[in-house]
């Protein structure tokens, strides 16, 4: 069966900087300051996109003393994953079926 693909999700990634984010996060865990020096974001503007990650659910936080460390969730991301891998299995069973016209 078919789940439908998580549209607010793919919203959250579609944004450069942060799929940017997401892809450093992926290779390791970072904090802050390695990710504006990485991106060349302004911390402020880093920080509010971090947050929406956060509320999202794809990253999560690991205070470190007095810095604050970011992990990509990778189950989020599996999921994700997972549901465009049911839309193409879809996508190829649905190939040999044509509705006709009236």
């Known amino acids: 069966m078919l789940t439908s693909v998580d549209t607010d999700l793919i919203r959250v990634l579609a944004d450069p900087l942060r799929l940017r ?12 300051t390695h990710l504006v020096e990485e991106t060349g974001a302004r911390q402020t503007n880093l920080s509010n996109h ?7 659910g794809v ?13 990509l969730r990778a ?5 994700l994953a997972g ?8 996508a190829r069973s649905a190939a040999d079926k044509k ?4």
């Open 83 to 90: 549901q465009f891998a049911e839309l193409a299995e879809s």
């Open 99 to 102: 509705r006709s016209c009236p």
């Open 59 to 71: 990253v999560e936080t690991e205070p470190c003393g007095r810095f604050t460390y970011y992990k």
């Open 21 to 32: 984010i997401v892809t450093l996060l992926a290779k390791e865990t970072l904090c802050t």
């Open 50 to 56: 971090l947050k929406v990650l956060r509320e999202a």
């Open 75 to 79: 189950d989020v991301i599996a999921s």
